[in-house]
Nanobody, 122 residues
Framework: QVQLVESGGGLVQPGGSLRLSCAASESRFSIKAMGWYRQAPGKQRELVAVITSDGTTNYADSLKGRFTISRDNAKNTVYLQMNSLKPEDTAVYYC????????????????WGQGTQVTVSS
């Protein structure tokens, strides 16, 4: 079982920056990917960014250039640097981590954090 703890959320003015962190506990299998989704009130959950253990990243197209994901594999920690924040970025941001279901499997088990609130407002 992987436990994920997010931090770094809060209130920021439009145009400001915020850095989120998500630390994962040790697990039997190495974590293959970590990333972030977000969910705003009344909207469905959407992908923000994902990073694999080899450093490959995937971003929502609309967020490229403003958001940057990175990770420290040794610490099982993923970061999300958010710049030029807009009111529409307001959401609960959820960290996730993916591990193999068994050795060598391409199937993944996904774990979720409890979420951290990001509010962008004047």
């Amino acid at each position: 079982q992987v436990q994920l703890v997010e931090s770094g959320g809060g209130l920021v003015q439009p145009g400001g920056s915020l850095r989120l962190s998500c630390a994962a506990s040790e697990s039997r299998f190495s974590i293959k990917a970590m990333g972030w989704y977000r969910q705003a009130p009344g909207k469905q959950r959407e992908l923000v960014a994902v990073i694999t253990s080899d450093g490959t990243t995937n971003y929502a197209d609309s967020l490229k250039g403003r958001f940057t994901i990175s990770r420290d594999n040794a610490k099982n920690t993923v970061y999300l640097q958010m710049n030029s924040l807009k009111p529409e970025d307001t959401a609960v941001y959820y960290c996730h981590a993916d591990t193999p279901t068994t050795t060598g499997s391409l199937l993944r088990r996904r774990y979720w954090g409890q979420g951290t609130q990001v509010t962008v407002s004047s």
